[in-house]
Each structure stands twice: as structure tokens, then as C-alpha cells.
């Protein structure tokens, strides 16, 4: 069964950092670019960032919000993508999803975590 | 960066009827592959997200028939054929087309 298991949210201040994990099982993981996505509270999804996988040399995207603050990474031997965020505003409060990359669209498996940047 | 709009936002329905979500993109959503990665997703309340359909008609692993996608260029069209009461929640579309890949505003259906 596929799984994607989103962990690492929590509150934190502005201009603070999170790193966000992604644990993935259930499927050939190398074969795969990873996306993260974000939903504020009540609000639509919003595609944050991918990574690609090494075949296609590990080629990054992100949306310019997030451009310059957050970069995302991957460690195949485990299995996992990460989401380093620095610089967090109040605007970046959202719960955060990471979904795989299937057939030119995202397919989520997780819960996704919550981030809440407030002081 | 490519704008998805969705019609209506809001579409009650009644159980057995058919439903109908249209999207609209600013540009064309055909890659330079060919391919037109335009696709539909499900949250139900309290829930992730759910691909239903990808490259505007093919149907997800174990997402039922009563799903269609169809549509071309800029303009798409997602079809229940018969509401059922699991069907609840706001559906999306999405592209990937071109990056930033964005997502319409969602369209919420419930039961009337």
C-alpha cells in the first residue's frame, strides 16, 4: 500500500525555521518526483515546490513565494523528502502535503502537518 | 503563471443526479510533449486530497466509472454521472503543465 507520512510541523515564530519530513513506502520511491503542497486554513491547495527524481538529476522547482526561503531535498536510501523553511511569515500557515508524482499529476497519501507561524 | 478558474464554486446536488464542474486555464495546457497535464482531484471534508483523474480523462487507480474527465486546450469538464452521498467535498482541478503548477479555487458539492 502506498504511504506518504507527512511529520515536523508545529508552531513557530516569524522569521523562525522548520524542517518538514516526508517518509514514503509502498512503492518504488527513486522512480518518483516528489512535490510538497500547502493549504492554509479553509483554504485552496497551493503547490509549493518538486524535486525531481535522479534520473532526471534532481532538478528543483519552487513557487516564488516560497523561492529564496525554503528549499526542498531527498534521501532515497531512506526514502524520504524533506522541507527546509527558513524565514517563515504568518503567511505560511498552512497544513503541508507531500505527494508523489504520478503520470503528470499528484497523487497524496498522507495526512499532511500543520504549520503555524504566529507569535 | 497559468490561472485555473472553476464553475460553479458551489453545486448542490441530489443523490442519482448527474453533476458537472467545468475549468478554465488562461493558456493553453498542452505541453510541448503533447501531452495535457489537466487533472481533477477530491477532498472530502477533514481529508487529503485525491487524484480522481489525470491528462484530462484517464481515471485514477480504483476511483469509480461514474468519474469522466473530458475537455481540451483551455477548457475542461469534470462529470458525476450519478451523485452518491460519498461524493461530498470540493473538487479541484489542477495542472502541471507549466510551473508554478496551480489549482483552481475548488467547487464544493453537496447534497441538496
Known amino acids: 500500500e502506498v504511504q506518504l507520512v507527512e511529520s515536523g510541523g508545529g508552531l513557530v515564530q516569524p522569521g523562525g525555521s522548520l524542517r518538514l519530513s516526508c517518509a514514503a513506502s509502498?512503492?518504488?520511491?527513486?522512480?518518483?518526483?516528489m512535490n510538497w503542497v500547502r493549504q492554509a486554513p479553509g483554504k485552496g491547495l497551493e503547490w509549493v515546490g518538486r524535486?525531481?527524481?535522479?534520473?532526471?538529476?534532481?532538478?528543483?522547482e519552487y513557487v516564488a513565494s516560497v523561492k529564496g526561503r525554503f528549499t526542498i531535498s531527498r534521501d532515497d536510501s531512506k526514502n524520504s523528502v524533506y522541507l527546509q523553511m527558513n524565514s517563515l511569515k504568518t503567511e505560511d500557515t498552512a497544513v503541508y502535503y507531500c505527494?508523489?508524482?504520478?503520470?503528470?499529476?499528484?497523487?497524496?497519501r498522507g495526512q499532511g502537518t500543520l504549520v503555524t507561524v504566529s507569535s | 503563471d497559468v490561472v485555473m478558474t472553476q464553475t460553479p464554486l458551489s453545486s448542490p446536488v441530489t443523490l442519482g443526479q448527474p453533476a458537472s464542474i467545468s475549468c478554465r486555464s488562461s493558456?493553453?495546457?498542452?505541453?510541448?510533449?503533447?501531452?495535457?497535464?489537466l487533472s481533477w482531484l477530491q477532498q472530502r471534508p477533514g481529508q487529503p486530497p485525491r487524484l480522481l483523474i489525470y491528462?484530462?480523462?484517464n481515471r485514477f487507480s480504483g476511483v469509480p466509472d461514474r468519474f469522466s474527465g473530458s475537455g481540451a486546450g483551455t477548457d475542461f469538464t469534470l462529470q458525476i454521472s450519478r451523485v452518491e452521498a460519498e461524493d461530498v467535498g470540493v473538487y479541484y482541478c489542477?495542472?502541471?503543465?507549466?510551473?508554478?503548477?496551480?489549482f483552481g479555487p475548488g467547487t464544493k458539492v453537496d447534497i441538496k
Open positions: 489542477m495542472q502541471a503543465t507549466q510551473f508554478p503548477f496551480t
Open positions: 509502498g512503492f518504488t520511491f527513486t522512480d518518483h518526483n
Open positions: 524535486i525531481k527524481n535522479k534520473v532526471n538529476s534532481y532538478t528543483i
Open positions: 493558456q493553453s495546457l498542452v505541453h510541448s510533449n503533447g501531452n495535457t497535464y
Open positions: 491528462k484530462i480523462s
Open positions: 505527494a508523489r508524482e504520478v503520470s503528470g499529476s499528484l497523487d497524496f
